[in-house]
């Protein structure tokens, strides 16, 4: 069974910093296009950067650019969510996705989720 499992969340200052983990299991996801999205309470789930296979190219959301980096260790099978200067809207469930597709911002896109992880940003 294909299992993609976030790490790093937890509670941070304004201004702090938090690095997110994805590792997946049952498979590598090496030639796989990684993204993260994120869910706040009551809103949609939204795009928040994605980083092709080969790292080439990487995408974000304009709400996150400059502040949050993407990147991956494909040695490690692991893609990474490094977010500074996090703010009280940063405030999510982050979850970690894989698809096949070239970078792309729409959820349909990925059909690999995991389960999520809590960041919250207090003011």
């Known amino acids: 069974q294909v299992q993609l499992v976030e790490s790093g969340g937890g509670l941070v200052q304004a201004g702090g910093s938090l690095r997110l983990s994805c590792a997946p299991s049952?498979?590598?996801?090496?030639?796989?296009?990684m993204a993260w999205f994120r869910q706040a309470p009551g809103k949609e789930r939204e795009f928040v950067a994605a980083?092709?296979?080969?790292?080439?190219?990487?995408d974000y959301a304009d709400s996150v650019k400059v502040r949050f980096t993407i990147s991956r260790d494909n040695a490690k099978n692991t893609v990474y969510l490094q977010m500074n200067s996090l703010k009280p809207e940063d405030t999510a469930v982050y979850y970690c996705?894989?698809?096949?597709?070239?970078?792309?911002?729409?959820?349909?896109?990925?059909?690999?989720w995991g389960q999520g992880t809590q960041v919250t940003v207090s003011s």
């Open positions: 049952g498979r590598t996801f090496s030639r796989y296009t």
């Open positions: 980083i092709n296979w080969s790292s080439s190219r990487a």
């Open positions: 996705a894989a698809g096949e597709s070239s970078v792309a911002r729409m959820p349909g896109w990925y059909a690999y």
